[in-house]
T-cell receptor, first 114, second 115 residues
């Protein structure tokens, strides 16, 4: 059972480049989310999805796009990378969106924008 | 606005003692509160979930309390070991006008257990 798989683990981008962070889960969870984690700021919610075809914005959505075409996959797209997007990104999934089930996290993607 | 505060950025405890971490929240009326552990370079790992009608929850050496009047949760590790050294995060479900928005995390407490 792989759980939540994120790729890549590390990435360096130049300012203005675009890229997609991949996230896949094999637990048939309806709820998936993306967080960024910065020193002193904790985990901040970027976007989330309560099921295939349904996405919504979290606390810090600007500069990011998401889509959810299948239950398993929830990619995060950076449209035009900026140094302020240098961070560690975590994808998470859970059975429920109501906070009453545990969230499973991926290993993270460390992104540096130069 | 909804806010979660964890008592300190770092906590040093001697091995064998009980470590107590605090999570305070404002402008929430959570039905559930969760605690996670995060090791350097890794994603958070779920530890315990407590419901609003539960005063206390235990799992091995871990104990969580939930006081909805004080708007506070305490997380205890008894007989602490150096392997318990990690960052511990509390999390609540965030709500807005449109409904549930996902888990919001505190900034975490970095716990160091000294041998």
């Amino acid at each position: 059972n792989a759980g939540v798989t994120q790729t890549p683990k590390f990435q360096v981008l130049k300012t203005g480049q675009s890229m997609t962070l991949q996230c896949a889960q094999d637990m048939n969870h309806e709820y998936m989310s993306w967080y960024r984690q910065d020193p002193g700021m904790g985990l901040r919610l970027i976007h989330y999805s309560v099921g295939a075809g349904i996405t919504d914005q979290g606390e810090v959505p600007n500069g990011y796009n998401v889509s959810r075409s299948t239950t398993e996959d929830f990619p995060l797209r950076l449209l035009s990378a900026a140094p302020s997007q240098t961070s560690v990104y975590f994808c998470a999934s859970s059975y429920s969106s109501q906070g009453n089930t545990e969230a499973f996290f991926g290993q993270g993607t460390r992104l540096t924008v130069v | 606005s909804q806010k979660i505060e964890q008592n300190s950025e770092a906590l040093n405890i001697q091995e064998g003692k009980t470590a107590t971490l605090t999570c305070n929240y404002t402008n929430y009326s959570p039905a559930y509160l969760q605690w996670y552990r995060q090791d350097p370079g890794r994603g958070p790992v779920f530890l315990l979930l407590i419901r609003e009608n539960e005063k206390e929850k235990r799992k091995e050496r871990l104990k969580v309390t939930f006081d909805t009047t004080l708007k506070q949760s305490l997380f205890h590790i008894t007989a602490s070991q150096p392997a318990d050294s990690a960052t511990y995060l509390c999390a609540l479900l965030q709500y807005s006008g449109g409904g549930a928005d996902g888990l919001t995390f505190g900034k975490g407490t970095h716990l160091i257990i000294q041998p």
